[in-house]
């Protein structure tokens, strides 16, 4: 099921881009690369022009149901995740705001594919179907060309208290770091802990001469609770909230150097469970003390 509205639609002049039609042209740009189609190929699909096909993929154009039932169709987009767009397309006005929405895997892969950047915040866990990491691109049908490879620049921002339970799934996480792959950072615990698992995704994959100000304006936020199977998603006025505290997290992040260095510490000392989850926190309180004075970390925006 895709999500209830939880906000009325905005004014019709809003420069930023409604939902609905953000997510689904992620998810055809996503499908529409995997099956090796140009954008040309793809407006042939549709009788329609390279141009309008790029609009819709970038929400930069009216999209009916019919036309992604259309497109998704022809480039094999699981039924499942195209009822869903459908159904996205359904709901009236210029939406910023989908609370109950059933993020799966093939979502999480099309805003990491239409995403120049990734920014997360976690506490734990942190399950990698809803992780925007890298994978490897599928091979072409006969036929066609193969699908160029597109990497989204993500950071993960881990709050402090991740120490105490450092997950199975970490190790590869820090093959991907060491691999340059992705920056980890961890977030002083005296910033309040995130209680879901915060995703920010900046939608600018295609290429981006635009302001600041309009990039701003291409972020979604991704909300996942980590009990719960459905996700709330936002974006512009709706997702002032979520771009405040993952601002400040990045502010206060420590080094990515250091902070990976603490995170193997903690996996090293892991403890059994049958000796609770403090050992971790104990074996690191030496480090946790040192200077802060070379810990803070230089970033660009």
Not at 19 to 29: H, N, T
Not at 59 to 78: F, N, V
Not at 119 to 143: E, M, N, Q
Not at 191 to 207: F, M, R
């Given at each position: ?217 291409r972020q979604v936020y991704v909300d996942h609770h980590p009990c719960q199977t459905q996700s709330g998603v936002r974006n512009g006025p709706t997702a002032t909230g979520e771009r405040q505290l993952l601002e400040e997290a990045l502010r206060r992040a420590l080094p990515s150097e250091w902070s990976l260095g603490q995170l193997r510490q ?36």
């Amino acid at each position: 099921m895709t999500g209830a509205l939880a906000s009325p639609p905005c004014a019709p002049q809003c420069d930023i881009p409604s939902l609905p039609p953000v997510l689904v042209g992620a998810l055809m740009r996503r499908f529409r690369r995997l099956a090796g189609l140009s954008v040309q190929q793809a407006a042939n699909i549709i009788g329609a022009s390279a141009t309008r096909i790029r609009a819709l993929e970038e929400a930069r154009a009216p999209m009916s149901a019919a036309t992604a039932s259309a497109l998704l169709g022809a480039y094999e987009a699981p039924d499942h995740e195209a009822q869903e767009a459908r159904s996205l397309l359904t709901h009236p006005g210029h939406q910023h705001r989908l609370d109950g929405f059933s993020l799966s895997k093939v979502w999480v892969d099309a805003l990491k594919a239409s995403a120049r950047a990734a920014l997360v915040y976690s506490a734990g866990p942190l399950p990698a179907s809803l992780l925007p990491l890298p994978d490897r691109p599928a091979p072409a049908s006969p036929g066609r060309r193969t699908a160029s490879s597109h990497r989204c620049r993500t950071v993960l921002l881990l709050h402090e208290t991740i120490l105490d339970r450092i997950s199975d799934g970490m190790p590869h996480l820090f093959r991907l770091a060491e691999d340059g792959v992705i920056t980890m950072h961890l977030v002083p615990e005296s910033l309040a802990k995130p209680t879901s698992l915060l995703t920010e995704y900046t939608c600018t994959a295609w290429g981006w001469d635009g302001s600041n100000a309009q990039r701003l304006r291409r972020q979604v936020y991704v909300d996942h609770h980590p009990c719960q199977t459905q996700s709330g998603v936002r974006n512009g006025p709706t997702a002032t909230g979520e771009r405040q505290l993952l601002e400040e997290a990045l502010r206060r992040a420590l080094p990515s150097e250091w902070s990976l260095g603490q995170l193997r510490q903690a996996a090293r000392a892991q403890p059994q469970p049958s000796t609770g989850s403090a050992g971790s926190r104990a074996a690191l309180a030496a480090a946790a003390q040192a200077s802060t004075s070379d810990r803070r970390p230089r970033r660009s925006a």
